[in-house]
Nanobody, 126 residues
Framework: QVQLVESGGGLVQAGGSLRLSCAASGRTFSSYTVGWFRQAPGKEREFVAGISWSGASTYYSDSVKGRFTISRGYAKNTVYLQMNSLKPEDTAVYYC???????????????????WGQGTQVTVSS
């Protein structure tokens, strides 16, 4: 069993930066594909970024490519999402998710991820 806890959300002005963290319990987390998703009020949950179990492969949605960076910590039990040049449309609850089947980091379907955190709110003011 893996438990995920996100942190690092908050209120930031447009153009600013935040770094989200996803801390995991369970020693098998380092072998899982991890994705970040977000959900804005009234909208469906959408894929943001994914990273392979090794950290060697990453994938981003077009809306965040070039602005966000996903990475794994040295001990591999934490995954980060560095968010730069934030825009008001990035406002959402951000979730990390883990896929025990080691799917590709480009797996954008949230049903493919078995484990989810509780989410952290990111609000970008204009």
């Amino acid at each position: 069993q893996v438990q995920l806890v996100e942190s690092g959300g908050g209120l930031v002005q447009a153009g600013g930066s935040l770094r989200l963290s996803c801390a995991a319990s369970g020693r098998t987390f380092s072998s899982y594909t991890v994705g970040w998703f977000r959900q804005a009020p009234g909208k469906e949950r959408e894929f943001v970024a994914g990273i392979s179990w090794s950290g060697a492969s990453t994938y981003y949605s077009d809306s965040v490519k070039g602005r966000f960076t996903i990475s794994r910590g040295y001990a591999k039990n934490t995954v980060y999402l560095q968010m730069n040049s934030l825009k008001p449309e990035d406002t959402a609850v951000y979730y990390c998710a883990a896929d025990a089947d080691r799917g590709l980091p480009s797996t954008t379907t949230y049903g493919a991820y078995e484990y989810w955190g509780q989410g952290t709110q990111v609000t970008v003011s204009s």
